[in-house]
């Protein structure tokens, strides 16, 4: 017997969802004319490491959408707990969000945020549409990481990640 289930409104997914810590990253691109693009996302997630693959999940029809499906490659770059500026900027809509920014590129070529803890090299294996976002499954090219303290994101709020002192889990090598 088939049950019928109440839909979900989408201001109570992201407030659910909300409850879920995450990290601040910028995904950075350029269009094919050579412009720079990015947007802030805590859509992000390891899929592989054999080959290494991550999953980035984008806005429909924005800009920095357009431009990476275009041209097929990107750069992911984790925030640090300092660069919360940064977060703002590239998470708002119909900005030049390099304006007065001098990007750094990756060894790829592809614009990176100067000082972020890592970076993340990719080709577009594939994308596809899932609601309202469009899934970028991401071939890792590149990484590049330093020590610091990562950008969180919890119920609408940027904060940071506390150390409790406790040693790695026994599968993180």
């Known amino acids: 017997m088939a049950s019928t289930l109440a839909s979900v409104n989408p ?8 409850r879920f810590a995450t990290g601040v990253a910028v995904v950075t691109t350029y269009a094919p004319d050579g ?3 990015g947007m802030t996302v805590n859509s992000l997630t390891s899929v592989s490491l054999d080959p290494p693959l991550l999953l980035v999940c984008l806005t429909i029809g924005a800009r920095s959408t357009d431009a990476i499906t275009a041209s097929g490659r990107f750069a992911v770059s984790i925030l640090s707990s300092r660069q919360e500026p940064i977060a703002m900027r590239f998470a708002r809509r119909a900005e030049d969000h ?10 790829h ?14 080709d577009v294996e594939r994308h596809f549409v899932a609601g309202d976002h469009i899934v970028v499954v991401g071939r890792v090219l590149d990484t ?3 020590a610091g303290e990562p950008l969180a994101f919890l119920g609408g709020r940027f904060g940071d990640v506390v150390d409790r002192g406790h040693a790695r889990a026994p599968w993180y090598f």
Not at 109 to 122: F, K
């Open 11 to 18: 201001q109570t997914m992201r407030l659910t969802m909300g």
């Open 35 to 37: 412009t720079p693009h």
């Open 98 to 107: 390099f304006a007065g920014l001098e990007p750094a590129y990756g060894r």
């Open 109 to 122: 070529r592809v614009p990176v945020i100067p000082d972020a803890l890592a970076h993340l090299e990719c």
């Open 144 to 146: 590049c990481e330093r």
